[in-house]
C-alpha cells in the first residue's frame, strides 16, 4: 500500500474543519458569518466616510481582509442549508457594495462625483436596504429564526437532547404543520408560542387576530 502524500502547510485545516459535533460546527459557522458581517459593515461605514473625505484613503486594506476571509470560508463544510444560503447573501452583498465603490472612485477620479449626490444616493440606499429588511420574506425567516432559537433554548433548561437539532429540519417542520393547521382550521395567520406541556417542550399554534 503507497504512503499518503504529507499534507502541505496550506491544507492545514481551519478552525471549522476540526469541529467535529454537528451542532458545534454550526455554531462555529455563525459566528464566522457574524464577524464576517460586522467586518463588512464596517468597511461600508469607512468607504463612506472615504467618499465624504472624512478620512484621506480609502479602506483598501480592510477590503483585501474580507476578500481573503470569504475565499476561506468558501471553503468552509457548509452543509447546513439555512447557513450556506447566509453565506451566499453576505457575498452578495460585499459584491454589491464593492461594484458601487468602484463606481464612485472612478467618477470621484473624473471630478464627476460630488459629496451631495454622494449623500443624495446613500439616503436612498439606506431606505432600499429597510425595505428589503422588512420585507414580507424577511419578516417571516426572521420570525422562524427567533422561534427556533427560543426552542432551543427552552430545550437546554429542560434538559432535553437537542444535539441533533437542526434550523432546516425545524422550519421544514413548521411549514408543514402549519399548512395542514391553516387548510383544517380555514385560517390564513397563525402565532407560535414555546411552551412546556406535561414536560416536554413544545411549539402552540394559535390563530392570529
Not at 496550506?10 to 464566522?32: V, Y
Not at 443624495?120 to 431606505?127: F, H, I, S
Not at 437539532?165 to 402549519?178: E, N, P, V
Amino acid at each position: 500500500m503507497s504512503e499518503q502524500p504529507p499534507r502541505k502547510k496550506s491544507d492545514k485545516p481551519t478552525r471549522l474543519e476540526k469541529k467535529e459535533s454537528p451542532e458545534g460546527n454550526r455554531r462555529e459557522l455563525d459566528r464566522e458569518l457574524d464577524r464576517l458581517e460586522a467586518r463588512i459593515e464596517e468597511v461600508r461605514v469607512l468607504f463612506e466616510q472615504h467618499f465624504i473625505d472624512v478620512l484621506p484613503q480609502p479602506p483598501t486594506k480592510a477590503q483585501a481582509e474580507i476578500v481573503r476571509e470569504i475565499k476561506r470560508l468558501l471553503k468552509a463544510p457548509f452543509k447546513i442549508a439555512a447557513t450556506r444560503f447566509r453565506l451566499r447573501t453576505l457575498i452578495h452583498r460585499y459584491q454589491t457594495y464593492n461594484t458601487y465603490w468602484e463606481r464612485v472612485q472612478k467618477l470621484r477620479e473624473e471630478g464627476k462625483y460630488s459629496r451631495d449626490v454622494f449623500k443624495a444616493e446613500l439616503r436612498e440606499k439606506m431606505l432600499e436596504d429597510a425595505r428589503r429588511e422588512e420585507s414580507k420574506l424577511g419578516r417571516a425567516e426572521k420570525g422562524i429564526r427567533q422561534l427556533y432559537d427560543t426552542y432551543e433554548n427552552a430545550m437546554k433548561k429542560a434538559g432535553g437532547n437537542n444535539s441533533r437539532m437542526d434550523f432546516d429540519a425545524f422550519k421544514s417542520s413548521l411549514m408543514k404543520k402549519a399548512k395542514l393547521l391553516k387548510e383544517k382550521h380555514g385560517v390564513k395567520k397563525l402565532n407560535y408560542k414555546v411552551v412546556l406541556k406535561d414536560g416536554k417542550v413544545v411549539i402552540k399554534a394559535s390563530s392570529k387576530s
